[in-house]
């Protein structure tokens, strides 16, 4: 496996570049602009396994979505499993699984800009997590310059148009292959994200 140094810095993109967040609510809208801004004003976070704070130069992937959503007036819990848990309690995971093997399925009909993606089989954990959920990242809709859908968290090895980066930034969001060790599990919106929704 490559190590951190070999990938790019991961890509940094601005609101006007995702198509339709203009017909997003405000509490979407502002979560989207405070993630973009996380990777814009801290310079190169690096992949920082145990971290959820910029000023430590990095984040771990659960990390950064708990850092962002805090800074959005928001309550996850630490790791990837306690968010795919604070959502899936609150009603709102959608379950996708193996089967599906296209972005295009029904399954995404309900995805939304601002939902966390959570994934399975990323790293074997050691610490007791109650369900085997070991990445997360959140869902940034499609860029309007060619309608890829992309993602925004932190990661060791994933890619933006071809390029593995290291790092808290932006990423294309795919399914994993037939062949990969890793599920893409489901999606869901953070609790209190929508009005009422706490």
Same mark, same amino acid.
């Given at each position: 496996?490559?190590?951190?140094?070999?990938?790019?810095?991961?890509?940094?993109?601005?609101?006007?570049?995702?198509? =339709? /967040?203009?017909? &997003?609510?405000?509490?979407?809208?502002?979560?989207?602009?405070?993630?973009?801004?996380?990777?814009?004003?801290?310079?190169?976070?690096?992949?920082?396994?145990?971290?959820?704070?910029?000023?430590? !130069?990095?984040?771990?992937? +659960?990390?950064? /979505?708990?850092?962002? &959503?805090?800074?959005? =007036?928001?309550?996850?819990?630490? *790791?990837?499993?306690?968010?795919?848990?604070?959502?899936?309690?609150?009603?709102?995971?959608?379950?996708?699984?193996?089967?599906?093997?296209?972005?295009?399925?029904?399954?995404?009909?309900?995805?939304?800009?601002?939902?966390?993606?959570?994934?399975?089989?990323? @790293?074997?954990?050691?610490?007791?997590?109650?369900?085997?959920?070991?990445?997360?990242? /959140?869902?940034?809709?499609?860029?309007?310059?060619?309608?890829?859908?992309?993602?925004?968290? %932190?990661?060791?090895?994933?890619?933006?148009?071809?390029?593995?980066?290291?790092? @808290?930034?932006?990423?294309?969001?795919?399914?994993? +292959?037939?062949? %990969?060790? *890793?599920?893409?599990?489901?999606?869901?919106?953070?609790? !209190?994200?929508?009005?009422?929704?706490?």
């Amino acid at each position: 496996m490559a190590s951190a140094k070999d990938y790019a810095r991961p890509a940094i993109i601005k609101l006007d570049e995702l198509a =339709g /967040m203009e017909t &997003l609510d405000d509490n979407r809208r502002k979560l989207i602009g405070n993630a973009l801004m996380t990777a814009r004003n801290n310079g190169w976070l690096k992949y920082q396994y145990g971290s959820a704070d910029p000023k430590k !130069g990095g984040f771990d992937c +659960s990390g950064a /979505m708990y850092y962002v &959503l805090n800074e959005s =007036g928001l309550k996850p819990g630490r *790791s990837s499993a306690a968010q795919y848990l604070w959502i899936k309690k609150s009603g709102e995971i959608t379950d996708v699984g193996k089967s599906v093997n296209s972005l295009d399925d029904p399954a995404f009909d309900a995805l939304k800009p601002g939902d966390l993606l959570f994934w399975s089989g990323t @790293y074997t954990p050691t610490d007791g997590r109650k369900v085997a959920i070991t990445h997360v990242s /959140m869902y940034l809709g499609k860029a309007k310059s060619d309608g890829r859908h992309l993602m925004i968290g %932190s990661s060791n090895g994933r890619s933006y148009r071809g390029k593995r980066q290291n790092g @808290y930034g932006v990423f294309d969001f795919r399914l994993p +292959s037939k062949t %990969s060790k *890793s599920t893409f599990v489901g999606y869901g919106t953070p609790v !209190g994200l929508v009005a009422g929704d706490e």
